[in-house]
């Protein structure tokens, strides 16, 4: 029938009409072009945020830490390290910043974009608890920091007055340790295995369940003092909790050539040369206590406040 033809084709006509105005709009070329770079400042930005955290902290701390390593070095007093300090003259205050700068920028950007990458890819892989799959991805990310101990190896000999007239920078003390061959770069890697894996599943683990128990937050500088004072008191907790590590770990990188001696060997050495007494094995903790807190205060409020406006 002409009739029902003409009325049929009618249909069709309004219903594509119909379906052609609902249809979203097509994105223009420059929006398609500039969505992949989008996507990509997205998944960088954890480690973004991460290294420009690490260069603002190591820049205000630097000092600080230069005393307290004397002190894990040497078993001496607070006012004793500050003096040696002060001997050396401002010239060398800031010497050996480089190591720890490179270091920190670089070990920092892992630590958060690798626990984030990670801890998603094992959500979609494995089916375990949530508290597992980030304890895993915590270990793995402080793992992977390790690779970097050449360059906090360098910057122990570079604090130590001990070695100032064999060498005065970064690349000099590399070039001291090569004749000694690859491993020599690699001195104190079980302490620092230890102390990476285990601080970064505490630190992450305990990061949010904190933060949670301060006052809400209602304001962006609120936000900012609440992300500080959860970073400083986690960061504080664990200073102390690993400082034995550490300490070990500075005598093994402290020495050049030689045996590889093992942890608990060395630990046993300090343990003796301090009296057998765990007030001298913690002498600098107190100050450690106090850098830990501000740097990682630093770290975090840095690191979120960053997150935020990436």
């Known amino acids: 029938c002409p009739f029902m033809t ?61 005393v307290l390593f004397r002190q894990q070095l040497y078993g001496i007093k607070t006012r004793d390290a500050v003096l040696q300090l002060r001997r050396d003259g401002f010239r060398n205050l800031y010497r050996g910043i480089l190591p720890p700068l490179m270091q920190k920028t670089t070990t920092l950007a892992l630590m958060f ?14 089916s375990t608890p949530e508290f597992a799959t980030r304890s895993v991805a915590a270990v793995l990310a402080g793992t992977t920091e390790a690779i970097f101990t050449p360059l906090e190896r360098v910057q122990t ?12 920078n970064t690349y000099q003390a590399f070039k001291a340790l090569k004749c000694h061959g690859i491993r020599e770069y690699y001195r104190g890697l079980v302490p620092v295995l230890f102390r990476n894996g285990f601080s970064n599943v505490l630190f992450f683990g305990l990061r949010g369940p904190i933060k949670e128990h301060l006052p809400t937050a209602k304001t962006h ?40 001696q093992s942890f608990p060997k060395v630990f046993q050495k300090i343990w003796l040369e301090r009296d057998r007494k765990l007030t001298n094995l913690f002498r600098g903790a107190h100050l450690n206590y106090h850098r830990s807190l501000i740097s990682w205060g630093i770290i975090n409020a840095t690191y979120e406040f960053l997150l935020k406006i990436i």
Do not use: W
């Open 157 to 168: 000999l570079l604090q130590d007055h001990k070695h100032h007239d064999k060498f005065t």
């Open 221 to 260: 500088s609120a936000h900012l003092v609440n992300d500080f004072i959860c970073g400083g008191l986690l960061g504080a907790m664990l200073g102390i909790l690993f400082f034995p590590v550490n300490v070990v770990k500075t005598r093994m990188q402290s020495q050049i050539g030689g045996e590889f």
């Open 113 to 126: 974009g690798l626990y984030e990458d990670l801890s998603c890819l094992l959500r979609k892989h494995i």
């Open 6 to 66: 003409c009325f049929t084709s009618c249909s069709h006509n309004m219903v594509d009409s119909e379906a052609h105005e609902k249809r979203p709009p097509i994105l223009t070329s420059s929006k398609q072009d500039l969505s992949p770079h989008i996507a990509n400042v997205g998944e960088m930005k954890h480690y973004l945020c991460g290294c420009c955290a690490a260069f603002n902290n190591v820049a205000i701390t630097f000092p600080i830490q230069k």
